[in-house]
């Protein structure tokens, strides 16, 4: 799993609203998003939403397919939460990001 460089370039309301639209909870990760962004070689993006502010990575997987990796202001340090298009919430995309985090073997 790699950075977009596009979707890197697009502010952070744009990732909020992305998420909004058509991205759900997939899971909760015992890992702090600057975990994350570290082992995934991606840049944590700040802003904030109508639930609060946010710190967030904005991945996607070989195929194009989106994650968006966040952790909301006051939510457990060691917690980052995975949503995913409604579509991709499958175990098999479960099974994805924590072997792409090495929380698990492939």
Do not use: C, W
């Not at 570290?38 to 946010?54: M, Q």
């Not at 917690?79 to 919430?89: E, I, M, Q, S, Y």
């Amino acid at each position: 799993m790699t950075a977009d460089p596009d979707l890197a370039q697009r502010s952070i309301a744009d990732t909020a609203d992305l998420a909004r639209r058509d991205f759900v909870p997939l899971m909760t990760l015992p890992v702090a998003i600057s975990a994350v962004a570290r082992r995934l070689g991606a840049r944590i993006e700040h802003g904030h939403d109508d639930l609060d502010d946010f710190e967030a990575v904005l991945m996607v997987k070989p195929r194009g397919r989106r994650l968006l990796f966040i952790r909301y202001r006051g939510a457990p340090k060691r917690a980052t939460d995975v949503l995913v298009p409604r579509r991709n919430a499958t175990t098999a995309t479960k099974r994805f990001v924590m072997a792409s985090l090495d929380l698990v073997a492939a």
